[in-house]
Every structure is written in structure tokens, then in C-alpha cells.
């Protein structure tokens, strides 16, 4: 009896041990399981940080990207601009230049013309003084043979006067045209530097070459009224117009267009 007893004692025991092993175990096995959760814890937090960190690089760096392609495409927008704009100047200075070349020219040949005038009048007044004279002390027929001369005179000078008046103001109108074809490049050229779209720009561009070439014509014109020609239709006709009238500019002048 004493002997079941003593077994059944040890065999608790052997229980109880084994039950605090078991719990020992599993203690350890918690412990381990929580220290490798807290370590795939702290990795993802650590992979979720870097991920995040190398995100904010990648947004940075396309900002940074985005910001230096906005400033060089408004860099060469403004290039564009003040190239247009020295352009515009060059022509507009050189245009200027043109007008008053042409402009003191004109004067100049209006000058010449009034003293040409004078000239004339001057010496058909002598001539009427003659007629007078012829009248009074060489009889009748004579007088009347210098008082012919002298209407003869008179009609050349007219037609001549009236020949000047015409071309002078043909010159008049083409250099007001030239003057209204310069205004409209002048246009045309702030259309093409204000131009937000190609089609804009190619619709200014159109129009400058269109007002080049009327003002390329408008120069032809005049050159050919002031060689003798007519302006317009009659300077393009070719041959067979009206006779260059006879040159009254004075010897040696250097701004005369018939010398």
C-alpha cells in the first residue's frame, strides 16, 4: 500500500514537471514569437520610411525638374521676344532712314523745280520786255515774230510745269503709301513677337512678307517717276509710256536723278 502510494507521489510529480516544462517552453516560444514581431515590426516600419524617403526624392526631383524646363522654355520665350524686338528696331531705323533720304530728296527737287520756275519766269518777262521794245522800235512783224516765240515758250513751259505737277504728286501718293506699308510691318512684326500659337505667328508672318513686298513695289514705283517713268500700272508696263520730260536740274547737282 505504502509502495502505491510512494508511486502515485512520484508520478505527480513527474506530471507537475512535465506541465512545467511545457510551460517553460511555451513561455520561451511566446517570447520568441514576439521578438520576431517586433523585428518584421521594426523592417517594415524601416522599408515603409525608406520607401517614403526615396518617394519624396523621386517628387522633389521632377519639381526641381519641371521648375528648370518652365525657366528655359521662358527664357527662350523671352529671347525670341527682345530678338524680335532688336529686329523690329533695325527695320524701323533703317525704314526711317529711307523716308527721310527720300523725303529730303523730294524737297531737294521741289527746290530745284521752284528756281527752275523762276528761271523761266525771269526770262520770259525779258522776253515780253523785248516783244516791247521790237514793238515800239523794229515795227509790227518783227514784235510779232518774238511775241510768237514767246506763246510758243509760254505752252512748253506750261506743259513742262504741268508734267512736274503730276509727278511730284505721284510721289506724293506712293510716298504716303510707302509710309502706310511701313506701319503695317510694323504691325505685323509686334503680331509675330506677341504671337501665342504657331498659327498666329505664321498669320503676322504672312502679312509682314505681304507688306514687304508692297513696300519692295511701292520703291520700284518711285524709282521709276523719279528716272521719268509714271508710278503704279505705268511703271510695270514696260515700254511705250509717256516720254521722260527734259532735265532741269542744274549742272553738277549730285541729288539730280536724270545727270
Not at 2 to 22: I, P
Not at 70 to 96: M, S
Not at 220 to 245: D, H, L, Q
Amino acid at each position: 500500500m505504502a509502495e502505491q502510494k510512494e508511486s502515485s507521489v512520484l508520478f505527480s510529480l513527474k506530471e507537475l514537471m512535465s506541465l512545467e516544462e511545457d510551460r517553460i517552453r511555451q513561455e520561451d516560444d511566446d517570447k520568441k514569437q514576439r521578438e520576431e514581431a517586433e523585428a518584421q515590426a521594426r523592417l517594415d516600419a524601416e522599408r515603409r520610411a525608406r520607401e517614403a524617403e526615396e518617394a519624396r526624392l523621386r517628387a522633389d526631383e521632377e519639381r526641381r525638374r519641371q521648375e528648370e524646363q518652365r525657366q528655359r522654355e521662358e527664357q527662350t520665350r523671352l529671347e525670341a521676344i527682345r530678338q524680335g524686338e532688336v529686329e523690329r528696331a533695325r527695320h524701323d531705323a533703317e525704314n526711317q532712314a529711307r523716308l527721310r533720304a527720300m523725303q529730303q530728296q523730294q524737297d531737294h527737287e521741289r527746290q530745284l523745280a521752284a528756281l527752275s520756275q523762276d528761271k523761266k519766269k525771269k526770262q520770259l518777262t525779258w522776253l515780253v520786255v523785248g516783244i516791247g521794245a521790237v514793238l515800239v522800235f523794229g515795227g509790227a512783224g518783227g514784235g510779232y515774230a518774238f511775241y510768237s516765240s514767246a506763246q510758243e515758250q509760254r505752252r512748253i513751259q506750261l506743259l513742262k510745269d504741268q508734267e512736274i505737277a503730276e509727278k511730284q504728286a505721284q510721289l506724293d501718293k506712293l510716298m504716303a503709301d510707302l509710309k502706310a506699308q511701313q506701319e503695317a510691318m510694323t504691325a505685323a512684326q509686334a503680331e509675330i513677337a506677341s504671337a501665342k500659337s504657331d498659327a498666329d505667328r505664321a498669320s503676322a508672318q504672312a502679312k509682314l512678307v505681304a507688306a514687304q513686298e508692297q513696300q519692295r513695289k511701292t520703291q520700284a514705283n518711285i524709282a521709276a517717276v523719279k528716272a521719268g517713268g509714271g508710278g503704279g500700272a505705268k511703271a510695270s508696263g514696260g515700254g511705250g509710256g509717256t516720254p521722260k520730260p527734259a532735265c532741269t536740274c542744274q549742272a553738277g547737282d549730285p541729288l539730280c536723278s536724270c545727270l
